[in-house]
């Protein structure tokens, strides 16, 4: 079997022409050597570009209108994040709690609310109807001075995200990448492992999406259950430093008790590999750039990059997938390309898009702007 990532350009640019006359199904499957090729399962059809919460560069994180412009700007693939709340239903929102840097509080979900102000709480603490009332639109964040606002937008639940996709994207094209949130530090600050993996897979089942769905985490314990629970899903191991961080003695919480210097090395990298190829992962989904790294470009001083060539080569090896995280930068783009990677995920679809056409990787359309501006007044409640 031949990895994806070793299939060449060649064979993209031929699968993406006999996409353009396959259509509408819009599915193409390599030959039987391909192994699901750029993006999702058998649909190898489009270098897979991630747009990283719906495209943070460019709208306002892990909102219908982020996900509405990740579909305009032609991202391969929709990345976005899962929390449950205390009543128990999956909503899209990144953090374990509220934070006035993203969120105003407009009032509270009924009289006399002891909860309220909701603001500074945690997602786990807060009922749907509570997190509901909270407009998670209006602020644009530090660090990302292009991000379009849509004040008056509130928190998702991933049922009205596939609702919206069924209205945006009905051939089911666009692919998604879904994380559970879960705290492997804390216990009490998010909840446990099987609740989100039973409530992310009843929500994948029931969109009729999930051959386009992957599912990912840095907690493994939840990549373990999923695949426990359905092994066709396919899976995604997250890691960066802090995560793969161990003690002689203690494995990372992260890891559903795996202990990386366990594995055959000689280097972290592919210890990692190995790793996430234990627990049957698709992909590993490492950091581009080490946390520590005080450098931000590997053209420039103190750059420290995680991802290394030698993880690359050995999750290749394994059949193992890399997509790597956040890249927003095309040296870093470049670096990662050099080492033959299967997708990047980015705040700048649109930017890493750009660049892929230059390479003639094919890349997937854009959506129309009306028919999805139309879609998103509809699923906003404007309509
Ligand atoms: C917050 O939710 C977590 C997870 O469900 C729970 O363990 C914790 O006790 C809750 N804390 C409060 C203050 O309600
Ligand atoms: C979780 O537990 C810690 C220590 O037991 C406590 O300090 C913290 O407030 C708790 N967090 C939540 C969200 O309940």
Redesign the pocket.
Same mark, same amino acid.
């Given at each position: 079997m031949i990895p994806p990532s070793a299939v060449s350009v060649f064979a993209f640019v031929a699968a993406h022409a006999r996409a353009l006359f396959a259509l509408p199904a819009q599915e193409v499957v390599l030959g039987a050597s391909g192994s699901g090729g750029a993006a999702g399962h058998g649909r190898a059809l489009f270098f897979d570009i991630q747009a990283h919460r719906g495209g943070r560069g460019n709208t306002v994180e892990n909102t219908l209108p982020g996900f509405a412009w990740g579909l305009i700007n032609g991202a391969t693939t929709l990345e976005l994040d899962n929390g449950i709340t205390?009543d128990g239903v999956v909503v899209v929102w990144h953090d374990e709690n509220i934070t006035p840097q993203k969120c105003i509080d407009t009032g509270p979900a009924f009289p006399d609310d002891p909860d309220y102000p909701y603001v500074g709480k945690?997602v786990? @603490?807060l009922t749907l109807a509570q997190l509901k009332t909270l407009d998670c639109g209006s602020k644009r964040q530090l660090g990302y001075p292009h991000q379009l606002t849509f004040p008056h937008t509130p928190i998702s639940t991933l049922k009205e995200l596939f609702s919206f996709l069924e209205c945006a994207d009905p051939q089911h094209r666009v692919l998604l990448n879904i994380e559970s949130k879960v705290d492997a530090n804390w216990? @009490?600050?998010?909840?446990?492992p099987l609740t989100f993996v039973e409530k992310q897979y009843e929500a994948f089942k029931d969109s009729g999406r999930m051959d386009a769905i992957t599912y990912q985490s840095f907690d493994w314990r939840t990549l373990v259950a999923m695949k426990s629970l359905d092994p066709t899903v396919m899976t995604s191991a997250l890691i960066d430093d802090e995560t793969a961080a161990e003690t002689e003695t203690e494995p990372s919480p992260w890891l559903a008790g795996l202990k990386l210097s366990s594995f055959p090395g000689p280097t972290l990298g592919e210890q990692i590999a190995q790793a996430a190829h234990s627990i049957r992962a698709d992909i590993i989904s490492p950091a581009a750039t080490a946390l520590r790294s005080r450098g931000v470009d590997p053209e420039g001083e103190a750059y420290e990059g995680f991802v290394t060539r030698e993880m690359v080569e050995e999750a290749r090896r394994l059949g193992v997938r890399v997509k790597p995280w956040t890249v927003n930068r095309l040296n870093v783009v470049e670096r990662m390309m050099n080492w033959k990677v299967d997708g990047i995920i980015t705040d700048y679809p649109d930017v890493v898009r750009r660049w892929a056409s230059q390479q003639n990787l094919p890349v997937a359309p854009r959506y129309p702007k009306q028919r999805v501006f139309s879609c998103l007044d509809r699923y906003m409640g404007r309509r």
């Amino acid at each position: 079997m031949i990895p994806p990532s070793a299939v060449s350009v060649f064979a993209f640019v031929a699968a993406h022409a006999r996409a353009l006359f396959a259509l509408p199904a819009q599915e193409v499957v390599l030959g039987a050597s391909g192994s699901g090729g750029a993006a999702g399962h058998g649909r190898a059809l489009f270098f897979d570009i991630q747009a990283h919460r719906g495209g943070r560069g460019n709208t306002v994180e892990n909102t219908l209108p982020g996900f509405a412009w990740g579909l305009i700007n032609g991202a391969t693939t929709l990345e976005l994040d899962n929390g449950i709340t205390k009543d128990g239903v999956v909503v899209v929102w990144h953090d374990e709690n509220i934070t006035p840097q993203k969120c105003i509080d407009t009032g509270p979900a009924f009289p006399d609310d002891p909860d309220y102000p909701y603001v500074g709480k945690f997602v786990a @603490n807060l009922t749907l109807a509570q997190l509901k009332t909270l407009d998670c639109g209006s602020k644009r964040q530090l660090g990302y001075p292009h991000q379009l606002t849509f004040p008056h937008t509130p928190i998702s639940t991933l049922k009205e995200l596939f609702s919206f996709l069924e209205c945006a994207d009905p051939q089911h094209r666009v692919l998604l990448n879904i994380e559970s949130k879960v705290d492997a530090n804390w216990d @009490n600050r998010t909840r446990d492992p099987l609740t989100f993996v039973e409530k992310q897979y009843e929500a994948f089942k029931d969109s009729g999406r999930m051959d386009a769905i992957t599912y990912q985490s840095f907690d493994w314990r939840t990549l373990v259950a999923m695949k426990s629970l359905d092994p066709t899903v396919m899976t995604s191991a997250l890691i960066d430093d802090e995560t793969a961080a161990e003690t002689e003695t203690e494995p990372s919480p992260w890891l559903a008790g795996l202990k990386l210097s366990s594995f055959p090395g000689p280097t972290l990298g592919e210890q990692i590999a190995q790793a996430a190829h234990s627990i049957r992962a698709d992909i590993i989904s490492p950091a581009a750039t080490a946390l520590r790294s005080r450098g931000v470009d590997p053209e420039g001083e103190a750059y420290e990059g995680f991802v290394t060539r030698e993880m690359v080569e050995e999750a290749r090896r394994l059949g193992v997938r890399v997509k790597p995280w956040t890249v927003n930068r095309l040296n870093v783009v470049e670096r990662m390309m050099n080492w033959k990677v299967d997708g990047i995920i980015t705040d700048y679809p649109d930017v890493v898009r750009r660049w892929a056409s230059q390479q003639n990787l094919p890349v997937a359309p854009r959506y129309p702007k009306q028919r999805v501006f139309s879609c998103l007044d509809r699923y906003m409640g404007r309509r």
